[in-house]
């Protein structure tokens, strides 16, 4: 019993020895709303597939007091994006612009399965073309005609 009981509080000190420090609640809620709304529309530069606002890394930790920072410096949304791509490429935006650099990006999907079809088209036609059936030459037809006119077939 003695045994469980250690374990249980060594495995209790374990656990809370890996605890996070909890983050500060903001000082102004709109700040910290416009931060959130701003941060869901941006990717994080470490994790790519979680947005900035819901990565716990380093890194999106400072581009949110960045963000806020930027927020208190009166500057609308559209500046802070743009910021942040100057610094960060086009990479940092989860909806990435439709312009001459992205045009692979947004138009690749659509080429592919546009060459997709193309192929398969293709390889339907040449499929129905080769099934066509061959006329029988004279001595396949006439072993064909005494094979239907056997009565043992028939019976």
Not at 50 to 76: F, G, P, Y
Not at 78 to 104: H, Q
Request: contains cysteine.
């Amino acid at each position: 019993m003695k045994l469980w009981l250690t374990l249980f509080l060594a495995l209790q000190f374990a656990v809370s020895a890996y605890a996070a420090e909890a983050v500060p609640l903001a000082e102004d809620p709109a700040v910290e709303q416009r931060m959130i709304a701003i941060t869901e529309e941006l990717r994080c530069l470490v994790c790519q597939n979680e947005s900035l606002a819901a990565s716990r890394a380093e890194l999106a930790q400072d581009l949110r007091r960045e963000v806020r920072e930027l927020i208190k410096a009166h500057k609308s949304d559209a500046e802070i994006r743009s910021y942040l791509v100057e610094r960060y490429g086009d990479f940092v935006l989860y909806r990435p612009t439709f312009k001459p650099l992205n045009y692979l990006l947004w138009l690749g999907p659509f080429a592919l399965l546009l060459g997709a079809l193309v192929v398969l088209l293709r390889l339907v036609r040449r499929n129905q073309r080769s099934a066509a059936p061959t006329p029988l030459d004279p001595a396949q037809r006439k072993k064909a005609q005494a094979l239907l006119q056997d009565p043992e077939l028939h019976s």
